[in-house]
Each structure stands twice: as structure tokens, then as C-alpha cells.
């Protein structure tokens, strides 16, 4: 067992917050209520943040993770967070860290590792985990796969392999990555253009893509391209450059999903079946050397969809959360943006499907934020991508 040394800052987390209950592992109010009564150790980083709905601090819960790239948690208080060289943790509400054995071999280089980590949305009675990692396939060839595994003790077993991207690709970079659950019970997974550019158009090609897979790996009937041969049947979408955030709208239903640009123009869209996201043929994005346009601006055609915002300059977006807690109320139904450019959460406030606020937080704060996601709790959980990453916690201050 790896231990993280942390300060012994006690934070009493008010019950009247955690009262709710804990929804996804189907915890009582009493239960959040004792949990809540023992409080958790960690040090206060950020005493004071005034936004502009609410005033919140953050809390530092564990420090020494060696670029952490996606959390999830367990019921009972512990969290999976995966570390992209290959290790996947568990990690104790008192920041106590232990490797997990059973994880399959990655191909750590450059972008790729071990990255993100999701439950099955019943996990409590299936037990799968999901998670998604570069695969290497010889001759410095690697995909991106997705695959689940059981977990007993502080081991990884029964783990399948559900999807291999096809065909490997050789540069390291840009492997996309992130897994949602769908409202059916089906799930979305992120492939990034893998660096290449055009094989985001070749819709035979698994690069630039969002697939859709039953929750076994197989492909649903109704995929969007299932009776075109010319489409693999997985794909749910392409014209992809590479997706690092993805979510489903609790209340709306509508999946948004952001992706890096290349200088300038990273995107968030809202997400339909079939529908072609344009990279590299329009884009807000200008080449890295030459600072030209790399395509056409997406409002000046009709044929690729246009997104719903675009960041220029970029601010780098990695990891994603849709609000739904009730430690913040007024920040209900919002979107909460990781950024490694500018170091930044980036608060965007959605109406339907339409954006009608952004704000700023943590800005230089914290460090380059990898991922966000909404805790058991309701307290938003963040990670640091760094060679010495952290999880921290945003939490309400009265």
C-alpha cells in the first residue's frame, strides 16, 4: 500500500448537505448523515473563492499521484482514480493509496496510459468497471481500447476486452477516451484522430469517432450506420478530433461533449447520432506553425455541424461534469470544464441546448485540471494532471 502524506486539517462536512443521500450507491440520509459526523481529513489549499452564484474552498484529499487522468467512486467512500503510467488505485476518504493488481499492460508513452475510469451505472448489482487505456500492438502501434473487470479485494479479475480501435495507429497522441452511460443502458466512447488528421473522415476508421457499444461491448441494432456498409456499425458519430469530456444532461438528456482544438478553436458540442463534427475539413483551429487556418469555419457550411460554443484561445478542456449535486444548488444543471491551458474550471451554464453563461474558477490555482467530476457527496472533485497530482474537492463555504 502506497500512503499519502496529508495535513491533518479536519473538514467537517455539514450534514444539512449531505442529508440527501447518496443516490448512485444508494447510501440513506442517516447513513451520509454519520459518514458526514466523522468527517475526512485534508488540507485547505484555497480558503476562499467568490464566484458568482456562491463562495466555495477547495481541499486537497490526496497529493503524490503520478498524472492522474480519471476518478470514479465506490459505494462505501472509496474512489478508483486511474494514473495514466498504468496503475489504477483505490483511494480511502483518509487519502490512503493502494494499487490495484489485474490491470491490463498499456502502452505508457507520450498521451497514452491508462486513462479514464467509469462504474456501471447499476454497479452495486453488476460490479463492472469500466475503463479505457492504449493498447499496444507491436511495431510501436497502439489503440485505443475500452474494457470492464470486476473487482474483488485490491484486484482487477474477469476483465474483458469490449473494443479495439481498428486500425492501430503509431503516434501517440490524441486517444480521446472518455466513457458515458446512456439513459438505455448502451455507452458512449471517445477515439481521438490519434494525431492524423484525415482518418476522422474515413468512416471506416475508428480514429476521430464516438462509438456507441451495448454495455457488453457488442454493437446496438440501432446504431445510427448499422445499414450502411460504408460506416463501421459502432460509430455514433465522427469528425472528431480528440474528445476528453463527455457527459449526459441530467435533466435534459442531451449529451455534450468537448474536444481540443489545434491553437485555438476546441469545441463543446451537443451530441446526435450520425452526425459528422467537420475535423479537420472546418474548424475554428489554426495550424501550430504556420498560423493559417486548418479548414473552413464551421458557420460558413452546412455540411458538418457546428458547435455549440468554440474557445479561442484554447483552453485545453479535459474531463467534464454535469451538476447535479445538492451541496450547490445554484449551480445546478451547469457544466463544469476542466482546463490544462490558463489551469482553470470553466463554469458553463446551459439552458436546454443553448449556452447562455461561462465563468471562470480556480484559474492558476491548482495546476492543469485533467478531470471533474460530481461526487456521492454533491462536493465537486477535481484532478491534477502533473508528475505530482492531486485529488481535490470544491466545497461550499456558508
Not at 491533518?8 to 440513506?28: E, K, T, Y
Not at 495514466?84 to 498521451?111: C, F, I, K, W
Not at 476521430?208 to 459502432?234: K, M
Request: charged letters at 25%.
Amino acid at each position: 500500500m502506497r500512503t499519502v502524506i496529508l495535513h491533518s486539517v479536519l473538514v467537517i462536512l455539514g450534514a444539512a448537505l449531505l442529508g440527501c443521500g447518496d443516490v448512485s450507491s444508494g447510501d440513506s440520509a442517516a447513513d451520509n448523515e454519520e459518514s458526514a459526523s466523522e468527517g475526512q481529513q485534508g488540507e485547505v489549499v484555497v480558503d476562499l473563492v467568490e464566484s458568482e452564484e456562491l463562495d466555495f474552498q477547495v481541499v486537497q484529499l490526496a497529493d503524490n499521484l503520478e498524472n492522474p487522468w480519471g476518478i470514479a467512486f465506490l459505494p462505501g467512500g472509496d474512489m478508483l482514480v486511474t494514473e495514466r503510467p498504468g496503475r489504477m488505485n483505490r483511494v480511502a476518504p483518509d487519502g490512503s493509496v493502494t494499487s490495484l493488481s489485474g490491470v491490463p499492460e498499456v502502452h505508457a508513452e507520450n498521451q497514452g496510459g491508462l486513462l479514464d475510469v467509469v462504474l456501471h451505472p447499476d454497479y452495486e448489482n453488476t460490479g463492472w468497471i469500466y475503463f479505457t487505456y492504449s493498447n499496444p500492438q507491436g511495431d510501436e502501434l497502439t489503440s485505443t481500447t475500452v474494457a470492464r473487470a470486476q473487482l474483488e479485494d485490491d484486484t482487477l479479475t474477469d476483465v474483458e476486452t469490449l473494443y479495439v480501435q481498428d486500425p492501430p495507429k503509431e503516434p501517440g497522441r490524441h486517444y480521446g477516451s472518455r466513457i458515458v452511460f446512456m439513459e438505455d443502458g448502451t455507452f458512449l466512447a471517445s477515439i481521438g484522430d490519434r494525431g492524423l488528421r484525415d482518418p476522422a473522415q474515413d468512416t471506416e476508421d475508428d480514429a476521430g469517432v464516438l462509438l456507441r457499444l451495448n454495455e457488453d461491448g457488442s454493437i446496438p441494432s440501432d446504431n445510427p450506420f448499422v445499414d450502411d456498409d460504408a460506416v463501421n456499425d459502432a460509430h455514433y458519430s465522427y469528425g472528431h478530433r480528440n474528445q476528453q469530456g463527455i457527459v449526459r444532461h441530467p435533466e435534459s438528456g442531451i449529451i455534450w461533449a468537448h474536444e481540443h482544438g489545434p491553437r485555438g478553436g476546441d469545441e463543446l458540442n451537443l451530441i446526435e447520432a450520425g452526425n459528422n463534427y467537420g475535423w479537420p475539413e472546418a474548424t475554428y483551429g489554426r495550424e501550430y506553425r504556420e498560423d493559417e487556418p486548418v479548414g473552413i469555419d464551421p458557420d460558413e457550411t452546412d455540411e458538418f455541424v457546428e458547435p455549440v460554443i468554440q474557445w479561442t484561445p484554447s483552453i485545453a478542456p479535459s474531463g467534464m461534469a454535469a451538476y447535479d449535486g445538492d451541496a450547490f444548488p445554484e449551480w445546478q444543471g451547469n457544466l463544469f470544464v476542466g482546463a490544462l491551458a490558463y489551469q482553470q474550471i470553466r463554469r458553463v451554464v446551459v439552458d436546454g441546448d443553448e449556452v447562455t453563461d461561462q465563468e471562470e474558477l480556480l484559474a492558476d490555482e491548482l495546476g492543469r485540471i485533467r478531470d471533474v467530476r460530481t461526487g456521492p457527496d454533491g462536493f465537486i472533485y477535481l484532478l491534477t494532471d502533473d508528475a505530482n497530482g492531486g485529488i481535490f474537492r470544491m466545497e461550499p463555504v456558508e
